[in-house]
């Protein structure tokens, strides 16, 4: 079965504590058979969303970018996961912008009312949230969440779960963790077997 699995990464800092921990996600991802991509939002060309509202009238966003095709890969994929560091108590500017730019999606969905993702397809169709901090607190990632809860709502994907490993500061960065770099890689295996178990007991056809 052909599941698609798509990583971005809403970190600055290439090859650092959270694009590695995506990796290892990926890897697992891929270990369980998935075909998987990695985007890197940093090395894309994008602007922020201004407010015009243009796609409460036509359901599109009126900014063409890098960002236009990522959103239609975005609605192929199965899997999504969406990685950030904790900046400021929340996600990067990056990744914000990125989700921002998805307001087309919602209008399309709450305003024209001409996106529908059934029960099933949600199901069938898996996001989750990969994130770091440097801090230990419990709390850390709390800000985050609820935009990546939007976020998915707005795409079609059940939010699954969170990979998050916080404290990197004590631990001198993600390769100091004793558990995350594995504990990424057995979430991604899981996540797939996951969907394909769905999928093939699923009672319709996929959407
Ligand atoms: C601008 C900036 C703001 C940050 N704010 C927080 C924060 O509010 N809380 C926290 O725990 N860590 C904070 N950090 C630390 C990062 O979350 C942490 O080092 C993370 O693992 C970096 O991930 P990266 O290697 O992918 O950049 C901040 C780092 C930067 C650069």
């Not at 295996?189 to 996951?194: A, F, L, Y």
Request: with cysteine; proline share 2%.
């Amino acid at each position: 079965m052909d599941i698609k699995v798509l990583g971005i990464s809403g970190s600055p800092r290439r090859h650092g504590n959270t694009e590695t921990l995506l990796d290892s996600f990926l890897a697992g991802a891929e270990e369980a058979g998935a075909g998987i991509e990695k985007i890197v939002l940093r090395d894309l060309k994008y602007a922020t969303c201004t407010g015009c509202n243009a796609c409460h009238n036509s359901g599109v966003c009126v900014m063409k970018d890098d960002l236009t095709k990522l959103y239609k890969k975005i609605l192929e994929v199965d899997i999504l996961a969406v990685a950030s560091p904790i900046y400021s108590m929340g996600i990067t500017a990056g990744l914000k912008g990125f989700i921002d730019r998805g307001q087309y999606l919602w209008a399309k969905k709450f305003v024209l009312k001409k996106l529908y993702f059934s029960t099933e397809h949600i199901k069938q169709h898996k996001g989750l949230f990969i994130s770091t901090a440097g801090q230990s607190w419990n709390d850390v990632f709390d800000a985050a969440y609820p935009i990546v809860t939007a976020f998915f709502d707005s795409t079609g994907f059940e939010y699954y779960d969170n990979v998050i490993a916080n404290n990197m500061d004590a631990y001198g960065g993600i390769q100091g963790h004793p558990t995350a770099l594995a504990d990424a890689k057995t979430k991604g295996e899981e996540v797939v077997r996951e969907v394909v178990s769905l999928i093939s007991t699923g009672t319709s056809e996929r959407q």
